[in-house]
């Protein structure tokens, strides 16, 4: 049987969802089953997690502050109370299970606020110095930034290299990371661009997006699916 990965789509206004094909796309190639797991389903994150294999956390909306104890900035952006809350839930769920997640932009914003960790609101307004441009005017698909990758890390492993360029479209992005999560890539300007688990299976959230990528052939992002999916194997 083909490992069934729920996917958390974007919502507009806690109340529209929506999705890029991209995602689905994704892991229908590198073999898993996609199943899109609308918000308004609190009760019932427990038999949800029994059914799954693994999560696909995706992007969308900016995570609301009070979750990590802050008041919104200036450049905080649109927010989605709902959303936050049903993902924080099904991802700690998800990591009580030891089941396998892969967190995508704001998704592995979320995966950091599940574990305790803090966000910056807005990159470049809370950041001192010359940055990066996160937020690419550029194609979807046209890689922007490059991120190193740490040695010995999952992702490098999985890269091959440790060197690789990456589309970017946040302003948000991870400020502090618990312990129970480590740094895998990182922008020039310091800023993190991954995170993965240190004890559980498979836990990878990228701040770049690899659906994307993988949708024109990308062979690192192909991996990266590749890999998670074949954790979710049984
Ligand atoms: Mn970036």
């Known amino acids: 049987?083909?490992?069934i990965i729920g996917i958390t789509p974007d919502v507009e206004k806690d109340d529209k969802h929506f999705l890029n094909n991209d995602n689905m796309q994704a892991?229908?190639?590198?073999?898993?089953?996609?199943?899109?797991?609308?918000?308004?389903?609190?009760?019932?994150?427990?038999q949800i997690v029994g059914l799954l294999d693994g999560l696909l956390l995706t992007g969308g909306n900016d995570i609301n502050p009070i979750l990590f104890n802050e008041e919104p900035h200036?450049?905080?952006g649109e927010v989605s109370p709902s959303r936050d809350l049903f993902e924080l839930e099904l991802a700690r769920q998800m990591l009580a299970a030891d089941k396998p997640i892969m967190g995508i932009c704001r998704g592995l914003q979320l995966l950091?606020?599940?574990?305790g960790g803090t966000l910056y609101q807005?990159?470049?307004q809370q950041n001192e110095g010359p940055m990066l441009q996160h937020l690419q005017k550029s194609p979807t698909t046209y890689p922007s930034h490059f991120v190193q990758l740490a040695k010995g890390s999952l992702l490098a492993e999985i890269a091959g290299s440790?060197?690789?360029?990456?589309?970017?479209?946040h302003h948000q992005a991870l400020k502090d990371v618990p312990s129970v999560f480590k740094v895998?890539?990182?922008a020039s300007d310091g800023i993190i661009e991954a995170v993965e688990s240190v004890d559980k299976k498979f836990v990878l959230g990228v701040q770049w997006h690899p659906e994307l990528l993988a949708t024109k052939g990308d062979a690192v992002s192909l991996r990266i699916f590749d890999r998670f999916i074949g954790?979710?194997?049984?």
């Open 112 to 115: 950091n606020v599940a574990v």
């Open 162 to 169: 440790e060197r690789i360029q990456v589309n970017s479209f």
């Open 122 to 124: 807005d990159l470049h």
């Open 231 to 234: 954790a979710c194997v049984k």
């Open 74 to 76: 200036t450049h905080l």
């Open 27 to 46: 892991i229908i190639r590198a073999g898993g089953v996609p199943l899109i797991i609308p918000i308004g389903n609190g009760e019932n994150i427990a």
């Open 1 to 3: 049987m083909k490992p």
């Open 184 to 186: 895998s890539a990182s």
